[in-house]
C-alpha cells in the first residue's frame, strides 16, 4: 500500500508499461490533471492494489513536467470523522496554493469494513456511514478544496458508491476504468513468437510479482463472491506476470486456480482468460497436447458468449502450437484465421501479431521474403497504433529475415533500432532479446568475441529481471560462440548451465536444444559415443513434445557422429529419417541432408566396387 506520508517523491525510475487498453485510461487521467483548474472530482477504479501503485507512481512522474505536484492521503480503516478534515490535515501547510492533484486511497477498507460488520458486503438495508455522509457533505468537499480530487476505489465500492451516494455522483468529472478485465489488462496471452527470442513481453519484473503475490496472501481462496472475484483477478494477473517472466510452471498452477475459481461463480470471460492462459504455459513447458485441449475450450466458449475478438486472439495461439509441432500448413490455416477475425472486430494488437505469426511461419518454410512482407505489414499496424514493444519486437525479427537472407547491414541495423526503442522505453527485456539478437548477427560475421559482448551483456539483464528463459536462451548462444572459438570446455559449461535452467523452469523445447549443444560439443572433442548418448536424450525429448524440426536435427547431427563412428549404413538410415521429416515440414536444410547421403552412398559404392 502507497505510503501514508504526503509530498512529492524523488522521481523513481522508468516503470514498464500498463498495456495497450489501461494506457489510453492512463493518458486520459493526466489530461484531466492537467486542463483542470480548481475543485474537480474523479474516480479513478482498479481491480489490484498493484495497478493502483503502478499508476500513481507514475502519475507523479509525469505530473512533473506539467508543473502538477501529486499528493494521495490514506484514509484509516477505522476511519469514522470528518472526510475533509482528513484530507486537510494530511497535506502540507502550502498545499492548498500549489497546482496539485490529491488522489486518495484507503475508502475500500472502509466500506469493506462495515459490510462484513454487517454480515454481507455493501448490504441493500441501507447506505454505508461512511458513503452516506460522503454524498451529504458534497457541496461542503467542493467548497473546501481548490484541486482535482481523486478517489481510488475497487470495482465493488465503486458500484456501492454509484448506489448510494448518487447525488455525490452527479459531482463527478470524470471516470478513469483501470479494471483488469479478463480480455483487456489480464488479456488473452498474444504468445510473441520472435525468430530467436520468444514473447516481447509486458512484465511488471520481480517487485510486481512480489506484490501480487502479497496482495492474493491477503486474500483467501475462501470467502465471499466479492473475495473471491478479487483473488480470481489477481490470480490472473499474476499468472501472467509469471508466464512473461519465462516461470510457466507457476503460471500454470495459478491459472489453474482461477480456471476452478471461475468455474465456481460461473464467471464465462475470465474462464475464458484462464483456459487462454493455461494453453500458453502448457505451449511453453512443451506440452502441445495439453495446449491444444485448453486452448479449444477457450475457442467454445468465446463463440458461446459472442467474444469474436477473443476467437481471434487463440485462433492465433493455435496457430503458434502447431507452428512450433512444425505443422506449419495448419500453423498458416489458423493465423488466416486469426487475422481475419482480428481486422473484422478491429483489433490492431492482434492484426499485428497475426501477420507476425505468418512472418515466422513463412520463414519456416523458407520463404524469407514472404515473410519480410508480412513483418513489415504488422510493423506498419504496430507504429499505427503506436505499440513500442510491439514495434521492437517486428523490427527484431525483420533484422532476423534478413540475416537469413545474408544482408546483415540491414539485419544490424534493424536490432539496433529496436535495442534503441527498448532502452529508450525502459523496456529491460525486450533491450535483452535485441542485444542477444546482436550476438547472434556478429556471431554469423565470424565475429565470435563481439557476440560474445553482447551474449553477455543480454544474460546480465535477464538475470537482473528473472527472465530464466531469457537467460537459458542466453547460455547456449554463448556456448555457441565459445565452441566457434574452439573454447569447448567453456561452452560445454554454458550448455551444462543451459540444461539445468531448462529443467528447472519446465522449458522442454530449449531442454531438447541444450542436450542437442551438448552431443555437438562431444562430436567436436571425438567423444563420439557421449555425443551420441545426448543426442539420443535429444530424440526422447523433440519426439515427447512433438518437435518435428528438432527431431530432424537430432537424427541428422547424430548420422554426422554415427559416420565418425565408421557405422555408414546406420548414419544413413538416421539421415533419411531426418530426411522425411524435413520434406514433410518443408524444411529448407532438405537439401543440405540429401546431398550428404548421396555423398555417403557414392562412398558405400566405391568401396564395394
Given amino acids: 500500500m502507497p505510503s501514508k506520508e504526503p509530498g512529492v517523491l524523488s522521481p523513481p525510475p522508468p516503470l514498464p508499461e500498463l498495456g495497450q487498453e489501461l494506457e489510453s485510461a492512463y493518458e486520459r487521467l493526466v489530461s484531466f490533471l492537467e486542463v483542470s483548474s480548481g475543485f474537480k472530482l474523479a474516480i479513478a477504479t482498479f481491480s489490484a492494489p498493484s495497478i493502483r501503485e503502478r499508476v500513481i507512481t507514475r502519475v507523479r512522474q509525469d505530473a512533473r513536467r506539467l508543473d502538477v505536484a501529486v499528493y494521495y492521503v490514506d484514509i484509516e480503516p477505522n476511519f469514522a470523522g470528518d472526510f475533509v478534515r482528513a484530507v486537510k490535515e494530511k497535506l502540507p501547510a502550502a498545499g492548498n496554493g500549489e497546482h496539485l492533484a490529491v488522489f486518495v486511497t484507503g475508502i475500500d477498507s472502509v466500506i469493506y469494513k462495515y459490510g462484513q460488520a454487517a454480515g454481507s458486503f455493501a448490504p441493500r438495508s441501507g447506505p454505508t456511514p461512511f458513503v452516506a455522509q460522503l454524498n451529504f457533505d458534497r457541496e461542503r468537499i467542493a467548497a473546501s478544496f481548490s484541486f482535482p480530487l481523486v478517489l481510488c476505489l475497487e470495482p465493488e465500492t465503486y458500484k456501492v458508491l454509484l448506489r448510494d451516494a448518487v447525488d ?25 513468437v520472435s525468430s530467436q527470442h520468444g514473447e516481447a513481453a509486458r512484465s511488471g519484473g520481480p517487485v510486481d510479482v512480489q506484490r501480487l503475490l502479497q496482495e492474493i496472501e491477503q486474500t483467501p481462496p475462501t470467502g465471499d463472491v466479492t473475495a473471491l472475484q478479487k483473488r480470481l483477478t489477481l490470480l490472473l494477473l499474476l499468472g501472467n506476470r509469471y508466464v512473461q517472466g519465462g516461470d510457466f510452471r507457476h503460471g500454470r498452477a495459478h491459472f489453474s486456480e482461477a480456471l476452478q475459481i ?90 499485428a501479431a497475426g501477420l507476425d505469426g505468418l512472418g515466422i511461419a513463412y520463414a519456416r518454410l523458407g520463404e524469407v521474403r514472404r515473410s519480410l512482407q508480412q513483418y513489415q505489414q504488422a510493423l506498419d499496424v504496430a507504429r499505427r497504433i503506436n505499440d513500442r514493444s510491439e514495434v521492437a519486437n517486428l523490427l527484431g525479427n525483420i533484422g532476423t529475415a534478413y540475416r537469413n537472407l545474408g544482408q546483415l547491414r540491414p539485419a544490424i541495423e534493424h536490432h539496433e533500432e529496436q535495442l534503441a526503442i527498448s532502452r529508450d522505453a525502459g523496456a529491460r527485456r525486450g533491450e ?157 536444410y532438405a537439401a543440405e541432408v540429401r546431398k550428404k547421403i548421396e555423398e555417403w552412398r557414392e562412398s558405400v559404392d566405391r568401396a564395394i566396387g
Fill in 262 to 351: 471461475s468455474r465456481k461463480l460461473g464467471a464465462r470471460s475470465f474462464e475464458l482468460a484462464a483456459l487462454a492462459g493455461l494453453g500458453l504455459s502448457c505451449h511453453r513447458l512443451g506440452d502441445a497436447s495439453s495446449a491444444i485441449v485448453y486452448y479449444g475450450e477457450a475457442l467454445q466458449i468465446s463463440r458461446e458468449i459472442g467474444d469474436r475478438r477473443a476467437e481471434g486472439r487463440v485462433l492465433g495461439n493455435v496457430g503458434l502450437v502447431y507452428l512450433d509441432k512444425a505443422d506449419t500448413h495448419r500453423a498458416i490455416e489458423h493465423l488466416e484465421q486469426a487475422l481475419r477475425l482480428a481486422r473484422e472486430v478491429e483489433d490492431a494488437r492482434a492484426e
Fill in 168 to 192: 455525490l455522483n452527479q459531482w463527478v468529472s470524470g471516470h478513469f476504468d483501470f479494471e483488469a478485465a479478463p480480455a483487456e489488462a489480464v488479456p488473452l496471452p498474444l504468445i510473441r
Fill in 432 to 588: 535483452g532479446h535485441a542485444l542477444g539478437s546482436l550476438g547472434i548477427d556478429f556471431a554469423v560475421l565470424g565475429e565470435a568475441r563481439k557476440a560474445i559482448e553482447y551474449f553477455e551483456a543480454s544474460l546480465t539483464i535477464h538475470r537482473e529481471i528473472g527472465d530464466r528463459w531469457g537467460e537459458a536462451q542466453d547460455l547456449g548462444n554463448l556456448g555457441l560462440a565459445h565452441a566457434a572459438l574452439g573454447q569447448t570446455q567453456l561452452a560445454m559449461e554454458c550448455y551444462q548451465d543451459q540444461l539445468a535452467i531448462t529443467r528447472e523452469i519446465g522449458d522442454r523445447l530449449g531442454e531438447g536444444q541444450a542436450l542437442g549443444n551438448l552431443g555437438s560439443a562431444y562430436h567436436s572433442l571425438g567423444e563420439y559415443t557421449r555425443a551420441i548418448e545426448y543426442y539420443d536424450q535429444d530424440l526422447d525429448v523433440v519426439r515427447a513434445i512433438g518437435d518435428r524440426r528438432g527431431e530432424g536435427t537430432a537424427l541428422f547431427n547424430k548420422s554426422l557422429t554415427l559416420e565418425r563412428l565408421g557405422q555408414r549404413k546406420n548414419a544413413i538410415e538416421n539421415a533419411e529419417a531426418a530426411l522425411r521429416i524435413y520434406e514433410q515440414i518443408e524444411a529448407p
